[in-house]
């Protein structure tokens, strides 16, 4: 590889890292903002968690929405210039930026090693900035779109899918609301196919601004419309898991699961790895792994989130009341039939242990 080509990868990964992290910094304050318009419409209304979208009618999560576009769109352009291996674990550090700002905003306090565990990401992701690859920009969509058929990637697309319909149609009605991996899992297969959708548009965008035209190519408009349908369908389903489980428990595990999976997805199709020493990789690796062990300290010791009053006396489902009367007798109520002074609610057991 040349002077001038290695010098001129070196310039584009240091766009994309710097792309990442505004990107980091939006995407980490829009999970908050977002969390605080779910908790306001759902006082109103149904549950994001339960099918509900009240929230679409809320301005504060509105305003969390508009927040993470932005995010995303630096995201987006970032892919366009670094490998997704060093792009996607830089995403920790939105997870810094959301710590902080639980801490100021919902009051979930922020520990001694809540603490740590930022300092760990931060560690992390240098070490992953440091011995990150260079990948050379494909010099059309064709290009990619060999690299987005050849047999194994169209292995793992194929299995992303099947695992995502299982999760959505079998498990989701199922365990939704008692199993965080149901909503999660389908958010971070889905976001795995997305980032390589989102980086083939990228680069076919790049390619166009620089004077070769890619719009005229089928596989373009192939990608965005993948890009599109699995974008929609992972936000929201994000938002179902941010409103039925605590922010402390579906960041970290989000974040491990999604990363995990792009990097798998990235290698496989991109060779994001190929012609790196063993060395450089191990290091990869490492970084990899230390920023997972702080984003996992950093929300593990945060305070879990009170449950509200609505949910902690809502009757079991189906809506039966039992009535004690006068004489001792026992008769069963169905939700439509008056209370009486002397009724008696059975309220969720989990709430007593």
């Known amino acids: 590889m040349s002077g001038g080509t290695s010098t001129g990868l070196f310039a584009d990964n240091l766009k994309g890292v710097l792309l990442a992290v505004v990107s980091s910094a939006f995407i980490g304050a829009s999970f908050i903002v977002k969390k605080k318009g779910l908790k306001r419409a759902g006082a109103t209304g149904s549950r994001a968690g339960v099918g509900g979208y009240g929230y679409l009618k809320e301005p504060l999560w509105w305003i969390g929405m508009v927040t993470m ?27 810094i930026v959301s710590a902080v700002l639980a ?13 740590l565990g930022c300092l760990l990401c931060i560690v992390g992701s240098t070490i992953i900035v440091l011995h990150a690859p260079e990948e050379e920009t494909p010099t059309s969509v064709n290009q990619i779109w060999e ?34 991996m149901v909503y999660v899992g389908i958010c971070s297969v889905i976001g795995s196919l997305t980032v390589m959708s989102i980086k083939a548009v990228g680069i076919a ?27 929609i369908t992972q936000l929201n389903y994000l938002n179902k898991a941010l409103d ?39 290091s990869e690796i490492c970084g990899f792994i230390t920023v997972l062990s702080g984003t996992t300290v950093s929300y593990s010791t945060r ?20 009535h004690i009367q006068e004489n001792g007798e026992v008769s069963v109520n169905k939700e439509e039939d ?10 969720r057991q989990d709430y007593f242990v």
């Open 69 to 95: 576009i932005v995010g995303e769109i630096a995201n987006f352009v970032a892919y366009m210039f670094a490998p997704a291996v060093l792009v996607t674990p830089l995403g920790a550090l939105s997870i």
């Open 103 to 115: 801490h100021f905003i919902l009051k979930e306090k922020l520990q001694r090693m809540g603490v």
């Open 205 to 231: 965008i790049k390619l166009t601004i620089e004077g070769i035209n890619q719009a005229g190519y089928f596989q373009t408009w192939i990608f965005a419309m993948v890009a599109v349908s699995c974008i």
């Open 303 to 322: 305070d879990p989130e009170p449950a509200s009053a609505a949910d902690l006396y809502t009757p079991l489902s189906p809506q039966i009341y039992w």
């Open 147 to 180: 690299l987005a058929t050849q047999p194994a990637f169209l292995l793992y697309a194929a299995s992303a899918v099947a695992v995502s319909l299982v999760l959505m149609l079998h498990c989701s009605p199922r365990y939704g609301q008692t199993n965080i």
């Open 338 to 347: 008056l209370l009486s002074r002397d009724f008696v609610a059975i309220v």
């Open 244 to 282: 039925t489980f605590n922010t402390a428990m579906v960041s970290p595990i989000y974040y491990a699961m999604f990363t995990t999976l792009t990097i798998l997805a990235s290698a496989i199709m991109f060779k994001d790895w190929s012609g790196q020493s063993a060395s450089s990789i191990a």
